[in-house]
T-cell receptor, first 111, second 116 residues
Framework: EDKVVQSPLSLVVHEGDTVTLNCSYE??????LLWYKQEKKAPTFLFML????IEKKSGRLSSILDKKELFSILNITATQTGDSAVYLC???????????FGQGTILTVHP | KAGVTQTPRYLIKTRGQQVTLSCSPI?????VSWYQQTPGQGLQFLFE???????NKGNFPGRFSGRQFSNSRSEMNVSTLELGDSALYLC???????????????FGAGTRLSVL
């Protein structure tokens, strides 16, 4: 059975801190690893990682995939209160449309 | 470009009833996937549709079904509701559901279903 595990499950930091969120996966016929941010309702897309070792960046956020170790990390530098959310990672298999999600990391950023 | 639209946003039903949820994908997207989100189980895949055909299905009982119309809009139906069906139901659309950036799934705001 496909499995995605995220750590830590929750994290409390202060504005300006740097955080690293972890995601390990065991997904049959793995194709890509996706990161989402969920605040109120709809998860919003952050990154899709398909190739190992290539860092993707968007502003203060960056992510990288290690396909040998079946692992991905999401880094957020200079955190802001607006970064407070649940961060979800998900493995996409080659079969159609199925994302297997981790439990999520609840990030709380205090002023 | 409008995002993924789900209706209704909230539903309250009683055990034994059935419910239909609707999802309109982003214009041009032809793949629609459905997920159930609960505090205990997280986000779990229900099924995926493309060109009116179900291509993939998760491990949910037959009470959960869906369909897709020629305009790519999709509906999900749950029959004989149980208390455990209370959840946030999310739908996501992508261009084709296959290959590279066309696989990015964009989510709607969800339908919150409460079963009493």
């Amino acid at each position: 059975e496909d499995k995605v595990v995220q750590s830590p499950l929750s994290l409390v930091v202060h504005e300006g801190d740097t955080v690293t969120l972890n995601c390990s996966y065991e997904v049959t016929n793995f194709r890509s690893l996706l990161w989402y941010k969920q605040e109120k309702k709809a998860p919003t897309f952050l990154f899709m990682l398909t190739s190992s070792g290539i860092e993707k960046k968007s502003g203060r956020l960056s992510s990288i995939l290690d396909k040998k170790e079946l692992f991905s990390i999401l880094n957020i530098t200079a955190t802001q209160t607006g970064d407070s959310a649940v961060y979800l990672c998900a493995g996409l298999e080659t079969a159609y449309g199925k994302l297997t999600f981790g439990q999520g990391t609840i990030l709380t950023v205090h002023p | 470009k409008a995002g993924v639209t789900q209706t209704p946003r909230y539903l309250i039903k009683t055990r034994g009833q059935q419910v239909t949820l609707s999802c309109s994908p982003i214009s041009g997207h032809r793949s629609v996937s459905w997920y159930q989100q609960t505090p205990g189980q997280g986000l779990q895949f229900l099924f995926e549709y493309f060109s009116e055909t179900q291509r993939n299905k998760g491990n949910f009982p037959g009470r959960f079904s869906g369909r897709q119309f020629s305009n790519s809009r999709s509906e999900m139906n749950v029959s004989t509701l149980e208390l455990g069906d209370s959840a946030l139901y999310l739908c996501a659309s992508s261009l084709t559901g296959t290959g590279g950036s066309q696989n990015i799934q964009y989510f709607g705001a969800g339908t919150r279903l409460s079963v009493l």
